[in-house]
């Protein structure tokens, strides 16, 4: 780790809890978590972790992540300290991945530019939201973007124009290695009040449907084919069960809480009821939104 830290100039911390890190404020320790301040930066750790076979995983601010008590053997990587670049010319957007989505949408609309508005209120990096292709109110972040610059956990640059990415609900096809550098956009002018109309709709639906009062990572499952996860799993009679300081919202039960001193394994416990009792009421298989690190695949999604 020493020698790592010595080829670093960006933020390096050891053993670091990851419950600082995400939106739910749950997770053990990384073995080192890295800000790196280039791309520079990151091709020598990412060097350094290809020699000496330590695993690498990336992310942005957390705010769709679940991460193991038992923590992370591995580096996580995240750009949101760092790689903030954000420039506007015109319509055309460059924006580096650690660029707070917020803050993107925020800058686009002071612009008269619109395309970006309803993701008002999404929180996270612009990194996190092309990976989860992060939507709301109709629209995605997928919609207008033209190109992206990623480099692989080998260190190598690759760009993609946006037809080459394949994108859907919550889904992106970038790869578990390939860190996302730099997005570009192309948004349309639009008049003011049309801006902010759609922005105050996206506004307030989020401050009336979502427990934004607590620590939670968003919505838990996709949304199945026809119907929404939460209605399901409010219909199962679940809504406000709680495991520990965990609590399915009784809000909105797509929005799995955290009271306080939460743990991975509460939550895990909560998504296999979840899973379970909508499998067995309706037949529906839900699946996962919500990315996890440290936890084992078929543990969170078996049946009980
Ligand atoms: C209160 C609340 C409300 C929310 N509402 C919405 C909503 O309305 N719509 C919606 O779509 N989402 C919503 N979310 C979920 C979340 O905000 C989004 O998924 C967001 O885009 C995640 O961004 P992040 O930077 O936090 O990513 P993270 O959670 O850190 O990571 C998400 C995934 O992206 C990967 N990743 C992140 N950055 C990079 C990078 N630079 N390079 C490579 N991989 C990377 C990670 O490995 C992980 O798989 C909500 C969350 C909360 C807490």
Same mark, same amino acid.
């Given at each position: 780790?020493?020698?790592?830290?010595?080829?670093?100039?960006?933020?390096?911390?050891?053993?670091?809890?990851?419950?600082?890190?995400?939106?739910?404020?749950?997770?053990?320790?990384?073995?080192?978590?890295?800000?790196?301040?280039?791309?520079?930066?990151?091709?020598?750790?990412?060097?350094?972790?290809?020699?000496?076979?330590?695993?690498?995983?990336? =992310?942005?601010?957390?705010?769709?992540?679940?991460?193991?008590?038992?923590? =992370?053997?591995?580096?996580?990587?995240?750009? &949101?300290?760092?790689?903030?670049?954000?420039?506007?010319?015109?319509?055309?957007?460059?924006?580096?991945?650690?660029?707070?989505?917020?803050?993107?949408?925020?800058?686009?609309?002071?612009?008269?530019?619109?395309?970006?508005?309803?993701?008002?209120?999404?929180?996270?990096? #612009?990194?996190?939201?092309?990976?989860?292709?992060?939507?709301?109110?109709?629209?995605?972040?997928?919609?207008?973007?033209?190109?992206?610059?990623?480099?692989?956990?080998?260190?190598?640059?690759?760009?993609?124009?946006?037809?080459?990415?394949?994108?859907?609900?919550?889904?992106?096809?970038?790869?578990?290695?390939?860190?996302?550098?730099?997005?570009?956009?192309?948004?349309?002018?639009?008049?003011?009040?049309?801006?902010?109309?759609?922005?105050?709709?996206?506004?307030?639906?989020?401050?009336?449907?979502?427990?934004?009062?607590?620590?939670?990572?968003?919505?838990?499952?996709?949304?199945?084919?026809?119907?929404? &996860?939460?209605?399901?799993?409010?219909?199962?009679?679940?809504?406000?069960?709680?495991?520990?300081?965990?609590?399915?919202?009784?809000?909105?039960?797509?929005?799995?809480?955290?009271?306080?001193?939460?743990?991975?394994?509460?939550?895990?416990?909560?998504?296999?009821?979840?899973?379970?009792?909508? #499998?067995?009421?309706?037949?529906?298989?839900?699946?996962?939104?919500?990315?996890?690190?440290?936890?084992?695949?078929?543990?969170?999604? &078996?049946?009980?």
């Amino acid at each position: 780790m020493d020698k790592l830290k010595q080829i670093v100039t960006g933020s390096i911390l050891e053993n670091e809890p990851m419950s600082k890190h995400t939106s739910y404020g749950i997770g053990g320790p990384a073995i080192a978590f890295i800000t790196p301040q280039d791309r520079n930066d990151l091709k020598r750790i990412l060097d350094f972790s290809n020699k000496n076979n330590i695993p690498v995983y990336f =992310i942005g601010s957390g705010s769709n992540l679940l991460v193991s008590d038992d923590g =992370i053997d591995g580096i996580v990587i995240s750009p &949101a300290k760092s790689l903030k670049k954000l420039e506007i010319k015109n319509n055309l957007i460059n924006a580096e991945s650690g660029v707070m989505l917020g803050k993107l949408v925020k800058e686009s609309i002071k612009r008269n530019l619109s395309g970006l508005e309803s993701l008002i209120g999404v929180p996270g990096t #612009l990194g996190g939201a092309l990976v989860m292709n992060a939507g709301a109110f109709g629209r995605e972040i997928s919609n207008y973007l033209k190109s992206v610059e990623i480099m692989t956990s080998k260190g190598k640059l690759k760009s993609y124009i946006s037809n080459e990415i394949d994108f859907s609900y919550r889904h992106s096809s970038f790869r578990t290695d390939e860190f996302i550098l730099l997005a570009k956009f192309e948004l349309d002018y639009e008049k003011p009040d049309i801006i902010e109309k759609k922005k105050k709709i996206a506004s307030k639906g989020r401050k009336t449907n979502q427990p934004l009062r607590f620590r939670s990572a968003g919505s838990v499952f996709k949304n199945p084919k026809n119907y929404a &996860a939460g209605y399901l799993i409010d219909k199962a009679g679940l809504k406000g069960t709680r495991i520990g300081d965990a609590e399915i919202s009784t809000h909105h039960a797509n929005f799995f809480v955290n009271h306080g001193s939460a743990t991975s394994s509460d939550i895990t416990k909560l998504i296999r009821l979840a899973r379970s009792n909508v #499998l067995e009421q309706f037949d529906i298989e839900l699946e996962l939104e919500i990315r996890t690190l440290g936890i084992d695949k078929e543990q969170i999604e &078996a049946y009980d």
